[in-house]
Nanobody, 126 residues
Framework: QVRLVESGGGLAQAGGSLRLSCAAS????????MGWFRQAPGKEREFVAA????????NYADSVKGRFTISRDNAKNTVYLQMNSLKPEDTAVYYC???????????????????WGQGTQVTVSS
């Protein structure tokens, strides 16, 4: 069983930055793709970013390209999402997810992911 715990969310002003972390326990995720998704009130969950197990493949939603950076530290079993130039429309609950058997890919579709964290709230004020 894999447990994913997000942290780093909070309140930021537009133009500011936050760094989310997702720590995994229960098994090593060094061979798993990892993804970040978000869900705003009244909206469906959407893909934000993904990273392959080797970190050689990255994938971003168009809405965050150039502003967000996903990275991972396999030694720490942790994945990060650096969010810069935040906008009010980035306000959402952010979830990390693990894809155990996808190979060296960074899939954007949520159905590829086997395990999900509980989420962390990010609120961006204008």
């Amino acid at each position: 069983q894999v447990r994913l715990v997000e942290s780093g969310g909070g309140l930021a002003q537009a133009g500011g930055s936050l760094r989310l972390s997702c720590a995994a326990s229960g098994r090593t995720l060094s061979s798993s793709a990892m993804g970040w998704f978000r869900q705003a009130p009244g909206k469906e969950r959407e893909f934000v970013a993904a990273i392959s197990w080797s970190a050689g493949k990255l994938n971003y939603a168009d809405s965050v390209k150039g502003r967000f950076t996903i990275s991972r530290d396999n030694a720490k079993n942790t994945v990060y999402l650096q969010m810069n130039s935040l906008k009010p429309e980035d306000t959402a609950v952010y979830y990390c997810a693990a894809s155990i058997s996808i190979g060296d890919y960074a899939p954007p579709a949520s159905y590829n992911y086997n395990y999900w964290g509980q989420g962390t709230q990010v609120t961006v004020s204008s």
